[in-house]
């Protein structure tokens, strides 16, 4: 409705009235007009304030981007206000998105301020809040318009990086600048010995103890800090499990999604070059870069991940690296073809690190182990566990995701064994 139309009760107002005062002159009887007053009084009024403006609606939620467990403040614009006394509003709820209050009903008097509602998102990706129907009530509760409905605000939900920290270094840092420790002797605050002066050296690099012990100029020599490539790999062609939200059950393709943004803000914090690959939908590809403006092309290209729905073709992926980087796979590990692509990137000796994000699954969910369905997840998960032995065999090493400290010990042996001659299949 997008006109002002008269309330059920500004006409029963006019009529009683209307009925009181043609009874009171016809029957000549003055009680009918005292009976009727009560309706003369609010039926000329409500025609008396009746709007003349047609208002627009303006949805207000501040931002089109939060993380998930975050919440907004919906407001609403009613312009012009003129003539409008009371708002009501009534709001959507799609999944994975809660209201304040519960009910997503809201009203108030316009003179107060127009009612504003709370709106919260427990899942990652693009949402649409917002929606709601409107109807504004004019002064006396005379006119009525709405209720009109009100489009929503597509919103970007960012994942919540999951608690993740570590302090193990990337091996086989190439970069300019980082916090890294090369190999290679530079400008760098780690101490790697001490040699003879040469021309070129910086005087504040002589080491005096040293040289007066030995009667020639010594120079202290330092490890260069590097940064390194990191290129994070992100299997979204199923999505394994119900989502509960953030406060609930993660699916597998949550853990994924988390999980790649806690790594990818954690090296783009220590000043490495981070890169992403989605395999699935869209086939999303981000080239290595660094800073905040970078990450947050990351973690929005994560929030657009979807998973794969149409039957998933066995064609080998092109993880697409290039020189040296480290390589994580986030992946349940489910698609063979996955697995090989990741086998042949460890054959070609690139550091590659699999992140187990199958989860833990609850077999009751399939009826029960002795079902079916339960069988069929068992005797599947048999045949994923030897694929990831036959993948740990090659050097390739698969942890499951626990949060911080998930992949120090991996880094560390894979910076011990950079530092070794390698053999590169071509």
């Given at each position: ?60 939620l501040g931002t089109h981007r939060l993380h998930e467990g975050q919440g907004i403040v ?9 003539g409008v006394e009371h708002v009501t509003r009534v709001l959507e709820r799609p999944s ?331």
């Amino acid at each position: 409705m997008t006109r002002w139309v008269a309330t059920p009760a500004l006409a029963r107002a006019c009529v009683v009235a209307a009925a009181g005062l043609v009874g009171a002159v016809a029957l000549g009887s003055p009680v009918l007009v005292v009976l009727a007053a009560p309706f003369v009084v609010p039926a000329v009024l409500g025609l008396a304030h009746r709007p003349r403006t047609t208002p627009r609606l303006v949805p207000d939620l501040g931002t089109h981007r939060l993380h998930e467990g975050q919440g907004i403040v919906s407001g609403l614009v009613v312009d012009p206000p003129d003539g409008v006394e009371h708002v009501t509003r009534v709001l959507e709820r799609p999944s994975y998105v809660v209201l304040s209050p519960a009910s997503g009903t809201v009203g108030g008097l316009v003179r107060d301020g127009v009612p504003e509602a709370g709106i919260g998102v427990t899942r990652w990706g693009r949402r649409t809040v917002g929606a709601e129907q409107v109807a504004l009530t004019g002064a006396w509760a005379g006119f009525r318009w709405g209720p009109r409905e009100v489009p929503g605000v597509s919103v970007a939900v960012l994942p919540q990086a999951a608690a993740f920290d570590s302090r193990a270094e990337v091996p086989q840092p190439d970069g300019l600048v980082g916090a890294h420790r090369s190999r290679r002797v530079g400008s760098g605050s780690e101490f790697s010995g001490i040699r003879g002066f040469a021309p070129g050296d910086r005087l504040r690099r002589i080491h005096w103890p040293v040289s007066l012990r030995t009667g020639t100029l010594q120079v202290v020599t330092t490890r260069a800090e590097q940064d390194s490539g990191v290129l994070v790999v992100v299997d979204a062609f199923r999505d394994l499990g119900a989502s509960g939200g953030v406060g609930g059950a993660a699916s597998s393709l949550d853990l994924t999604v988390r999980a790649a943004s806690a790594l990818a803000e954690h090296h783009v914090r220590v000043g490495d070059r981070v890169g992403l690959r989605v395999l699935g939908p869209g086939d999303a590809r981000v080239p290595l870069g660094s800073g905040t403006r970078h990450l947050h092309r990351l973690t929005g290209t994560l929030a657009r991940v979807v998973p794969e729905t149409r039957r998933v073709e066995d064609a080998v992926p092109d993880l697409g690296v290039q020189g040296d980087c480290v390589v994580y796979v986030l992946s349940p590990m489910l698609h063979a073809p996955v697995v090989t692509a990741t086998a042949a990137l460890a054959g070609r000796g690139v550091p590659v690190l699999v992140i187990d994000t199958l989860g833990e699954r609850d077999l009751d969910e399939l009826g029960g182990p002795r079902s079916r369905a339960g069988l069929a997840w068992r005797m599947r998960r048999v045949e994923r566990d030897n694929l990831l032995d036959r993948l740990a065999g090659l050097g390739c090493p698969v942890v499951p995701w626990r949060g911080p400290g998930t992949v120090d010990e991996v880094l560390h042996r894979l910076a011990r064994r950079a530092q070794q001659p390698r053999v590169r299949a071509r």
